[in-house]
């Protein structure tokens, strides 16, 4: 098969075809993401659709940048959602990002997968639609396409593949808020990074193989975040154990914890990153530091490039779990910041009292914010230049919302124009901002759940 019939990596492997349930309409699709060895697909013209059999306002499909190495192939984003060109407030967005690394490919194979399943249910799956509804997804299948097409011999434990055209791992070239990542930093990484200014993002994973474990962050730390125990953890540890437990549960396989023989076992198929092995200049932890965005790592598979034969073993395996994930963007709280004029305020600092972040957290151009929170009571502090802290307390209630985070606008009681605020957001700088914290802090301390599993990892290292 060839062209519009099939989705194939050079040298055989990994393959979508009429066999495992991939129909015509998704065949454009997936050779806009540069998946079928010798066939191109032009640039998409007017609004970019692809299913258009399946409802031309449902999605849309774009490419970050154009990166020019030895091939000329784009970063293709395709966004599904009710208004999926545009950001509409009120509407968190969602990402999942796959095949980082080129010869991890069940998780491309999955989100192509996961791109049918969520147009051709639309309208007819109560949960599909709801989840449509209320969520902007954005799905890129390769972040590594270069990488994904220089595999000639795919193997379970490592190809030639993994590191793209110009020989950098992806997920080592990102900076680090941990040392200094003096790296060149490639294209792929520039373009996605560029990409996070560009949108809210809210939550997120990337999908690899070559282990069956749900990752969070942090990958890389110091004292002040806990490495002295072993591990490295975020002030919003609860809410990252809670992601990736979520998407864990529902894979019968991941949380049984121990299903790759010749890898260490997982309690409950969930590790904190660096409780694994610590990397730097990792992609998760850049999401959470300067794009505010909650990512997780998914390990998906025990065999990197599994034979096509497997596939539809993978995508019933995951279905239930990459749902039920995006559900977990409704989390918490939400709204908007607004003078006492009713204006809407950008780039003001909101945040949970005892959980601040290094970079903090900030409003968008509209004034929104969103808060991951688990059910509970929390105080939120917002901070406007010139003025004292405004803290206001939330309930977040234990029965979540109907897709939807609970809603609370903050209407500031200040009087006059606040034009302190600056126009453009002020990112923090991309340089280690953890080198300078001191050694200890409450939130590093180990509570009993990660006791245990520092205990287990010092036996198994």
């Excluded at 890898?263 to 198929?269: A, D, Q, R």
């Excluded at 990512?295 to 019933?316: A, D, G, Q, R, V």
């Excluded at 917002?382 to 003025?387: E, L, Q, Y």
Aim: proline residues 8%; hydrophobic residues 35%; contains cysteine.
């Amino acid at each position: 098969m060839s062209g519009p019939e099939c989705l194939t990596a050079a040298g055989g492997g990994a393959r979508l075809g009429r066999e495992n349930g991939l129909r015509p309409p998704l065949a454009g699709a997936a050779a806009a993401f540069g998946s079928c060895a010798g066939f191109r697909l032009p640039p998409p013209e007017g609004d970019g659709r692809v299913f258009e059999e399946r409802g031309p306002k449902l999605q849309f499909y774009h490419s970050l940048t154009q990166y020019w190495e030895i091939c000329e192939r784009n970063l293709w984003v395709l966004v599904v959602g009710r208004f999926p060109k545009e950001h509409r407030i009120g509407i968190p967005e969602f990402k999942y990002v796959a095949n980082m690394h080129g010869d991890e490919t069940v998780g491309r194979e999955l989100l192509l997968h996961l791109i049918e399943h969520l147009v051709t249910n639309d309208g007819k799956d109560v949960e599909i639609t709801n989840l449509i509804n209320s969520t902007r997804i954005h799905l890129m299948p390769s972040m590594n396409p270069d990488g994904f097409e220089a595999v000639v011999k795919p193997d379970c434990f490592y190809s030639n593949g993994r590191e793209n055209s110009n020989y950098y791992d992806l997920n080592r070239n990102f900076p680090d808020a941990f040392e200094l990542n003096n790296v060149s930093r490639q294209p792929e990484t520039a373009a996605v990074m560029e990409w996070l200014k560009t949108e809210t993002f809210v939550l997120s994973a990337n999908l690899h193989g070559g282990a069956l474990v749900a990752s969070y962050p942090f990958d890389n730390g110091v004292p002040a975040t806990g490495t002295l125990y072993s591990r490295s953890i975020t002030p919003d540890d609860d809410v990252f154990q809670y992601l990736a437990h979520t998407y864990a549960s529902r894979n019968p396989t991941m949380k049984k914890g121990d299903q790759c023989k010749t890898k260490m076992n997982f309690p409950n198929g969930i590790t904190n990153g660096y409780s694994w092995y610590p990397l730097k200049g990792g992609m998760q932890d850049y999401n959470y530091i300067w794009a505010q965005c909650f990512e997780i790592t998914l390990e998906l598979s025990c065999c990197k490039y599994p034979h096509e034969e497997k596939l539809p073993f993978f995508w019933n395996k995951n279905k239930a779990s990459l749902i039920e994930y995006i559900k977990q963007v409704h989390l918490g709280v939400k709204g908007q910041v607004f003078d006492q004029n009713g204006n809407p305020l950008p780039n003001v600092i909101v945040e949970v009292q005892n959980r601040k972040h290094i970079c903090p957290y900030r409003t968008n151009k509209f004034g929104e914010y969103y808060l991951l929170l688990l059910p509970g009571s929390y105080i939120i502090n917002v901070t406007v230049p010139g003025h004292d802290p405004y803290l206001t307390k939330v309930v977040i209630p234990e029965k979540s919302q109907n897709f939807s985070a609970l809603k609370k606008d903050i209407l500031l009681p200040f009087r006059g124009q606040l034009d302190s605020i600056p126009v453009s957001n002020p990112s923090c700088s991309k340089i280690p901002l953890y080198s300078d914290l001191p050694s200890h802090s409450e939130a590093t301390k180990p509570g009993l759940f990660l006791f245990l599993v520092t205990v287990f990892h010092a036996f198994v290292k």
